[in-house]
């Protein structure tokens, strides 16, 4: 999956597969080591708790990350970004420029 050249890339698995930790692999590398702009998004806000406490531990022995709870967005020094996002209003996800968008939960949206 991740060596993968493909535009689209849709994991169908079971529980248990590793679905998310191979999310925010992807996203981490995305972000930070080639400095894209990326968005997690879940159905409602709260599904992706877990995740943003993950990422800021993933993300804590990095110097120059700020970091916006409000938000639930990482920017990284060199202009790679990653927010957490709700689909639960489609409205709010218009006019941003994206280089990566992550649908957790697909099936619920």
């Given amino acids: 999956m991740l060596d993968s050249q493909a535009r689209f890339k849709v994991v169908a ?14 996203i981490l590398i995305q972000a930070w080591m080639e400095n894209k702009r990326c968005w997690w998004l879940t159905p409602t806000r709260q599904m992706a708790s877990q995740v943003w406490q993950d990422l800021k531990n993933s993300i804590a022995p990095l110097k120059n990350i700020r970091i ?4 639930r967005r990482i920017d990284f020094p060199d202009g790679g970004m990653i927010a957490l ?25």
Avoid: I, Q, Y
């Avoid at 698995?13 to 992807?26: A, M, N, P, S, V």
């Avoid at 489609?90 to 968008?101: H, K, S, T």
């Fill in 13 to 26: 698995c079971g529980r248990r597969w590793g679905k998310t930790e191979l999310g925010k692999t992807t």
């Fill in 68 to 71: 916006n709870e409000t938000e």
């Fill in 85 to 109: 996002r709700s689909a639960h209003n489609p409205d709010n996800l218009r006019g941003e420029g994206l280089d990566l968008v992550l649908l957790d939960e697909a099936a619920f949206m």
